[in-house]
């Protein structure tokens, strides 16, 4: 039970990521002072409320996780993120995954089944 809260926080945490790199691709012409004197750009994204809610719920279920598991068990499970993001933006933004990052990918899971196996 612990580890499918785990991979649930992991796995909001990963789509909030998602979710902000949609909702700024509206932004990517803009600089950084722009972006500040466009407050209601922010205001008016939905993507982006959408990846704090999903922060939020991700906040939410991590902290049910840390009460019930040892955090040297829970944390690990966090670079996971690494690899739900990377596939995330190759698959819905065509962003390049290079073989070297498919190789650092299958260690980071690797070592996340090592350290769920203790």
Sequence with gaps: MNVLLILASVF???SAQVLMKKGMAQAENMNISQMLSNILFFIK???LWCAVSAY???FILWLGVL???PVS???PFLS???VLVALAGHFL????????QIIGFAAICMGVVLISRN
């Design 56 to 58: 939020g719920l991700s």
């Design 45 to 47: 994204n939905g993507w």
């Design 93 to 100: 933004f065509g962003e390049h995954i290079s073989f070297v």
């Design 73 to 75: 068990f829970a944390f």
């Design 80 to 82: 996971i993120g690494y």
């Design 12 to 14: 909001l945490n990963s």
């Design 67 to 69: 009460a019930k598991s």
